[in-house]
């Protein structure tokens, strides 16, 4: 993983199962997954995109496979993962990241619009971490669940996401308290604006409204894939073996606030 500070083969012998990863930070967890030596089954709904995924992997010579399945349907979830545990052997790291996101007020959202973003982002998540439970290499198993500030922190025009992501931390800590008993530690990664990914692009079209977020940002700066990747990978180690129930921002201090004030203490 260029620019990793994590050494090579650090997840060697180990199988992860990544879902939503077609493209964006998902392919890039399952990306450097694969480089960290572990084995990767990919899904997302359509068959094209996630097998050319899946080609990215393996081109470098690691062992990936991709299989279509809406994170929405439980079934088709269960059944690509039992084909990857066929394949690849019992999972020992899953991460759920499907997500869905538009901007509109809530009088201007129609009710299936609200409902698709919850299904995807928090009824895909639970699909996907209820289903891998039998799959599962526990203990030690490691559940991470991609959720967003939102969760945390109400925003105007983003009602739908709020409540989903919301839905995907406390979801998170009652499995965490559920499956910490059998071994299982489920965590959630936060990420704030990441470049290179098509949410930054559709929320920050321009250079300017680029700089606007920048400017409101603690470290004055978007994040990486890789950013996400080392953090899933972290806690996916046994650096990490006593660490569930935890919402993890990566996000160069967004949840902090607007840190875009101008005026400067004296003193300072």
């Not at 990544?18 to 899904?43: E, P, T």
């Not at 994170?71 to 088709?76: E, K, P």
């Not at 545990?85 to 901007?103: R, Y």
């Not at 470049?195 to 978007?222: C, F, H, N, V, W």
């Amino acid at each position: 993983m260029a620019g990793s500070g994590l050494k090579d083969g650090i997840l060697a012998g180990k199988t992860a199962f990544v879902a939503g990863a077609s493209s964006g930070i998902n392919l890039g967890v399952a990306q450097a997954f694969a480089r960290a030596g572990a084995k990767v089954a990919l899904i997302s709904r359509s068959a094209e995109k996630i097998e050319a995924a899946a080609r990215t992997i393996t081109d470098e010579g690691f062992e990936a496979i991709g299989m279509a399945a809406d994170v929405r349907d439980y079934a088709a979830v269960e059944e690509a993962m039992r084909q990857a545990e066929g394949k690849l052997g019992k999972f020992d790291i899953v991460l759920s990241g499907a997500a869905g996101n538009f901007v509109a007020p809530a009088l201007g959202m129609s009710a299936n619009g609200f409902k698709t973003v919850v299904d995807i982002d928090l009824i895909g998540t639970f699909n996907v971490l209820r289903a891998s439970y039998q799959f599962l290499n526990r203990p030690g198993a490691s559940l991470i669940s991609i959720t967003a500030g939102q969760g945390a922190r109400p925003s105007m025009y983003q009602a739908h996401v709020c409540a989903a992501k919301a839905g995907i931390n406390m979801l998170t800590k009652c499995l965490a308290m559920e499956w910490g008993p059998a071994g299982v530690r489920v965590n959630a990664i936060s990420p704030g604006p990441i470049e290179d990914t098509e949410g930054m692009r559709r929320l920050a079209p321009s250079d300017e409204a680029e700089q606007r977020i920048k400017a409101r940002i603690a470290l004055r700066d978007y994040g990486t894939k890789t950013d996400i990747a080392e953090a899933a990978i972290f806690l996916s180690t046994e650096s990490a073996k006593y660490i569930t129930g935890t919402i993890m921002n990566v996000d160069g201090g967004s949840e902090l606030g607007d840190a875009g004030g101008s005026a400067i203490p004296d003193g300072f």
